[in-house]
């Protein structure tokens, strides 16, 4: 058996460096990539792209299309800088042909906080990835091995990355596979749909092209994205056969505005009736009518403009866990301000973020509380999680974070990045409003301070990731200070 495993590896391998040349492509700007992100969120700030940018992935059609057609000189060269790299990143992903990629990440300590560029989610994961992209066509498959601690043998098979994508007719991709999201304006949180948990199994179709309609009465939306996802939430959970839905549509009606509307539903599983198209369109939730489903709706807007020259973003998401989207809401939030701050050649990012996930009985009620309601539920005990981890905000249920982070390319397009965060973790009275309340990260309330200094450095043929992390105090079971590193190397071959 051995020998056949080592020739099958020593196959594969031959296979990619025969028919691959480059860093893996696809048709998506996908979750994970700060430095990216940052580029395009400069040229919408600045105006060289109306475009959607808080609904990832994003399709690099519109991308490359409203930069190819835009004319740069007049902008700072930061702009032009930013604008480069984007096209190239858009080139390198549209590219056709094989490409392939090592990935492995290995850490004493995963982060307590999982942003949008989150490393590793456990502390060791190695895999290899093989793609193929053609017109109308792409697929990626991504086969390694997860560990949660590298002290145990917990280890796990790591599909994630893996998808097959086709377009229909000329406006719509469809795929499936393991692909994370990201739906929301926020840099270190998102509150329904994040990639703090593992990529569940996954269909999904959106559009590919996300410019305006040329339907009249769509055309007021501006640019806009739809996208609809089904999954599965397998692996270990207390009510096995449970599956997951997301629905998103995002819009750009104004210069600056962009708003995005989501509803995210758990439906089926053990114990529960499953007529799916029934109760999808069931939104009464009241004591004589329980929903059957686990249901969250979401509203986030952006709005991008310049305080005397100076690119600006603010922003705010609120997520609720009830029917009602004013009163009896059950709403968590999330507020932030990004500035590029212009430097010589490459402006510096600066976010301000806090996001609270102790649910408001009204949407704006900040004196009336409902312990344990974000991400918890009666009738489905394992909540809004996945693999033991919440579906969004990476600190789970009745926490708060306020974060304050900043980054910064060089001429070299190395990139830096600071970030310090002041966590307070779950409450008290988790349990006070409903009974199965628990957060997911500690087993009792903590408060943590965390510093976190990042550098990416790319290499020839490769891109290095190192982190260190500082933090006062950590999640229970364990206590006190705790000081952790983490590699993360991609190897195209």
Known sequence: MAPKIAITALLAWTLAWACADRAAASPWA?????????????????????????????PWNSLVETLGEESLSSEPLSVQDAARRVMADARQGTAGGFSASLFADATNQAATVYGFDGMGRGEGAAQFSLGYNTTGFSSRISLGAFSPSLNSRDNKVMPEGTYFASTIGEGALVYAGYL????????????????????????????????????PILHWLGPWQAEFLVGMLDGPRMQRDTFYNGLRLTFHPLDGLEIGLARTEEFCGQGHPCSPLRDYFDFNNDPTHVNRTNDQGLIDIKYSYRVGGVPVQSYLQVMNEDSDPISHSGSSHLFGTTVFLPTRRNPVRL??????????????????????????????????????????????????????QGSW??????????SLHHAVISNPNIQSFVSQGYNVVTTAPVIANIGEARVSLPLSGMKLDLAARLQDDQPRPDKGFAASIEAALRVAL
Do not use: C
Not at 40 to 53: H, N, P, Q, R, W
């Open 30 to 58: 996908e979750v994970g990539d700060n430095q990216l992100r940052g580029d395009i969120e400069l040229l919408a700030a600045s105006g060289a792209v109306d475009d959607i940018s808080t609904h990832w992935p994003l």
């Open 180 to 215: 994370d999201h990201w739906w929301g304006p926020g840099w270190i949180s998102s509150l329904s749909l994040s990639n703090n948990a593992r990529p569940m199994p996954q269909i999904g179709i959106e559009r590919l092209d996300t410019s305006a309609s040329s339907w």
């Open 351 to 404: 976010t301000i973020e806090y996001t609270d996930s102790v649910a408001t009985k009204d949407i704006f009620g900040f004196g009336d509380v409902m312990h344990g309601f974000a991400y918890n539920n009666g009738t489905y005990p394992d909540g809004m999680r996945y693999r033991d981890r919440s579906l969004g905000f990476s600190l789970d249920s009745d926490s708060r974070l306020l974060s304050l």
């Open 409 to 418: 390319t060089d001429s070299a397009g190395r990139f830096y990045e600071l």
